[in-house]
């Protein structure tokens, strides 16, 4: 009978763990270079998120091969000179919310994350706003920041000055599912 | 015991679900970027593909000999040998390509086509692609005794397969057997050959020494004749969509045919400065062709 009471409690801690927490892995992203000669973007969908509201948990990674500027060859130089993904192959952030929001079905929360975000080896502290929005067992989640290159020791040689920005802006947008 | 399993059990879960995600690659077998800077290493086509979409763009020069010395630039003098390309890439395997040659007025129209790439995980070791294109011999020879060459004796053909292979990130080798056909070896034409076949090997290399540029070498010992074999040294400078190739080389010829059957001066004295743009144009909006 005991040990009926231990599962029974159990389970209510597991799923209640588990009501919390949010996955997604098709994730979009958007990274803007905007220089004086030149702006175009880079995009992916294939962002991989997890928020966790009991624990207070952020964590999200994206396979930098993934992404695509529209044309090959920048793509191959992006990936071979700039962002060296055979050594560096992803970009990561970790970390909470500033305050955990008590979300309602249907409408949006802002938010701020604190973490570590890593990009080509480099870790930086940043704080992120974002959005959420509970829509039944998703939660969508809309952030924006900006990435210095040189912050991640990511040159741009001079002859690129301009055509490639200093100042990357990354917008990011994901539908997470509640896991259970 | 029951209750030990239990505890384990419950850590166990709880250890598990506060884990941050793991870390996957969206692919396993990535397919290994630029074994060459561009879709031409000095004169021999690469491995390297056109994109869906997208015009590559080269022009290349070569100049007369450097044995004329500071009178002459070291050959500079002598004019340029011009070969202007433009291919485009249908799908990200095949790419069908105009070039013009200022030699002998050339127009040469040429496929590739893209076998397989080279992945990281060594999965497929090597990247091959095919090439195959005819050339139409277009000057003015009204002059000639027996009249003008017909245009069936005006045409080439050229074949060849490209084996290419990042053996690390510093050093990529391409082999390339070749093949060029002549339909009539006219003696007024720029050649030294006097055969209508043409089998040789290409050798092609690169050697990255810094994030933006590259030693290269390409070398084509003939297989079937006794003309000189093709060497060319040079370097490959990469700046921003461009790529710049400089180098000396034995041949002024630029198109395939002509590399075989042109002949070639002495590695030296003889080599020839040659210089070539790349540059690739999305024909397509970026933001529109995801």
């Known amino acids: ?180 | 015991m029951k209750k030990v399993a239990l505890l384990w059990m419950l850590l166990g879960l709880t250890f598990q679900s506060q884990a941050q995600l793991e870390r996957k690659l969206a692919t396993e077998s990535q397919e290994v970027d630029l074994i060459f800077h561009a879709p031409r290493n000095i004169n021999l086509l690469t491995t390297e593909p056109v994109d869906k979409g997208t015009l590559h763009f080269a022009i290349m020069h070569t100049f007369g000999t450097l044995d004329g010395g500071i009178r002459n630039l070291f050959g500079i003098d002598n004019g340029a040998s011009i070969q202007f390309s433009f291919e485009y890439g249908f799908n990200d395997k095949f790419s069908l390509g105009a070039a013009r040659q200022g030699l002998d007025k050339i127009y040469n129209l040429y496929g590739r086509y893209h076998f397989f790439k080279q992945t990281y995980d060594d999965k497929v070791p090597f990247s091959l692609s095919a090439m195959g294109g005819a050339g139409v011999n277009t000057s003015d020879y009204s002059f000639l005794i027996e009249g003008d060459p017909s245009l069936a004796n005006r045409t080439s053909y050229a074949f060849q397969l490209m084996a290419a292979r990042r053996f690390s990130d510093k050093i990529s080798l391409q082999v390339s057997p070749m093949m060029a056909y002549f339909m009539d070896m006219n003696p007024i034409f720029f050649l030294e050959g006097d055969q209508n076949l043409y089998l040789a090997l290409g050798f092609s290399g690169k050697y990255k020494v810094s994030s933006k540029a590259s030693l290269t070498l390409q070398w084509i010992p003939n297989l079937n004749n006794d003309l000189r074999n093709n060497v060319g040294l040079g370097i490959d400078l990469e700046a921003g969509g461009h790529v710049f190739q400089m180098y000396f080389v034995t041949s002024p010829a630029l198109n395939e045919q002509y590399l075989l059957a042109g002949g070639n001066g002495v590695p030296g004295e003889q080599f020839r400065l040659g210089f070539n743009v790349n540059r690739v144009f999305a024909t397509k909006r970026s933001k529109a062709n995801w």
């Open chain 1, 1 to 180: 009978m005991r040990y009926v009471g231990i599962f029974i409690l159990y389970l209510i801690l597991f799923s209640s763990v588990n009501a919390q927490e949010f996955k997604g892995e098709k994730g979009e992203i958007v990274f803007i270079s905007q220089a004086p000669l030149s702006e175009f973007e880079g995009k992916s969908q294939a962002l991989n998120g997890l928020v966790d509201f009991d624990k207070n948990l952020l964590d999200f990674f994206i396979d930098l091969n993934t992404l695509k500027t529209g044309i090959g060859l920048r793509d191959r130089h992006m990936r071979e000179n700039y962002l060296e993904t055979k050594k560096f192959p992803f970009a990561e952030f970790t970390g909470k919310m500033k305050t955990v929001p008590s979300l309602e079905a249907g409408k949006s929360q802002n938010v701020v994350a604190v973490g570590k975000f890593k990009i080509h080896g480099v870790v930086r502290e940043i704080e992120v706003p974002g959005q959420l929005t509970l829509q039944g067992n998703e939660l969508l989640l809309k952030a924006s920041f900006k990435v210095l290159l040189s912050d991640h020791n990511i040159p741009i040689p001079t002859v690129m000055f301009y055509e490639l920005a200093e100042e990357q802006i990354v917008n990011i947008s994901i539908r997470l599912k509640k896991t259970n």
